[in-house]
């Protein structure tokens, strides 16, 4: 089973490229764009002039005047001239959503090699721009003044959490504190810091509450940043590393009234996940990693349900028993997550990916976790509306 066998294509991951994520003030969209972008073709061994197509994950939604970016990316060389670029957007999994069409371009036999970028420019806005802008993301709350925008949305669902399953606040410091340790190893990471469980579990001066119950720690920052990934249908020469092969993928989009979902059911990631695993023909136990997004810790909890390591309700086992820790039954976010590693929007789906091709490739340096083979990649839009699942595998 997989991608090559069901759909007859093989897809593979040959070269990428990343920046540092954080507060990137001497970098423009456009130069973050043209670096990842290059770091990605020449760790592919490809030329420029060999892409087939261009697909950049950007959100945007006014928190940056340029609104037609896509061919920023021909930027990296005249040889890209005239080569098909688009923007594509899906709220914060526009990275996930880029790299599918990517995918199906392969899959359509109208492309042989595409180039995907994944970027964002936030940090130089003010916090009522980006908060508006990240609002636009949510059917009752778009266009209008919110004081904690969307950690005031998870921190609904963190009150449904503890209305059906008891207190949480805990173990979403346990989440936290996992995820702020992992990001330490990450040289791209915005907070390579430890704090520690107790720093991550208390509210103080310096880790005050946003949105009752999440904690300042709970919550991902606003970050700068790009990722690239090229793709192929065959290995390519002079690449930097093997390939990784992509063995299965989904993508759901749920309603996006509130009225019409569970807020704890996350069904249209379940959907993804389950369509994502279907297609590579295998089971949980037969990963070796996922990267998830924690834009929110509450977040992570509930993915623990989603992708089952845990029955509905009782995912604070998976990071209270040790199974989601770096040398547990299926470590989570070796990366440090997006709430360690920064959540650019439109990198992050992209940036997921890489980082799981690294770990496939044993590149991933101080990340490294031996012996890696199967990574699952999980990248969602407001909250759980657009949901992308990837399986890759060591070739």
């Known amino acids: 089973m997989g991608v090559r066998d069901e759909l007859g294509t093989d897809v593979l991951l040959t070269g990428w490229g990343h920046s540092p994520f954080g507060k990137l003030a001497d970098e423009t969209l456009e130069l973050l764009i043209v670096a990842v972008a290059t770091e990605a073709l020449e760790n592919a061994g490809v030329e420029p002039g060999e892409v087939d197509e261009v697909y950049l994950g950007q959100f945007n939604a006014g928190m940056v005047p340029l609104a037609f970016p896509s061919s920023l990316v021909l930027q990296v060389s005249d040889a890209l001239a005239n080569t098909p670029a688009t923007r594509v957007e899906n709220a ?14 392969l899959l359509a036999g109208t492309a042989r090699t595409v180039l995907v970028v994944g970027a964002e420019k936030m940090t130089h806005a003010t916090a009522d721009v980006v908060g508006a802008a990240l609002l636009g993301a949510d059917y ?16 609904e669902v963190a009150r449904h959490y503890e209305k059906r399953h ?3 606040g805990d173990t979403l410091g346990l989440i936290a504190a996992k995820n702020h340790r992992n990001g330490v190893r990450n040289p791209y990471a915005q907070l390579r810091k430890d704090l520690g469980v107790e720093f991550c579990q208390t509210v103080s001066d310096k880790n005050p509450v946003v949105a009752e119950p999440l904690r300042r720690t709970d919550c991902s920052p606003v970050s700068d940043g790009a990722a690239a990934v090229v793709l192929s249908t065959r290995p390519t020469a002079g690449a930097a590393t093997d390939p990784v092969r992509l063995a299965g993928f989904g993508h759901a989009n749920d309603f996006l009234p509130a009225a019409r979902r569970d807020p704890l059911e996350f069904a249209g990631s379940v959907a993804a996940w389950q369509r994502a695993m279907t297609m590579a023909g295998i089971g949980l136990d037969d990963l070796d990693l996922a990267e998830v997004h924690d834009c929110f810790t509450i977040a992570e909890l509930v993915l623990y349900e989603v992708m089952g390591l845990a029955p509905r309700g009782e995912g604070r086992r998976a990071i209270e028993e040790g199974w989601v820790q770096r040398d547990g039954r299926l470590p989570v976010n070796l990366s440090g997550g997006l709430k360690a590693k920064g959540h650019p929007v439109g990198a992050t789906g992209v940036s997921q990916h890489v ?25 969602m839009g407001g909250l759980a509306v657009a949901n992308y699942v990837s399986v890759l595998e060591a070739v």
């Open 92 to 105: 914060c999994a526009s990275g996930s959503a880029a790299f599918q069409q990517g995918v199906k371009a």
């Open 140 to 155: 009752e709350l778009a266009g209008t003044p919110s004081s904690t925008g969307f950690a005031g949305i998870f921190a």
């Open 166 to 168: 008891g207190p949480v």
């Open 355 to 379: 980082l799981a091709a690294m770990q496939l490739t044993g590149t991933a340096g101080e990340m490294q976790l031996p012996g890696a083979r199967r990574a699952a990649v999980h990248n």
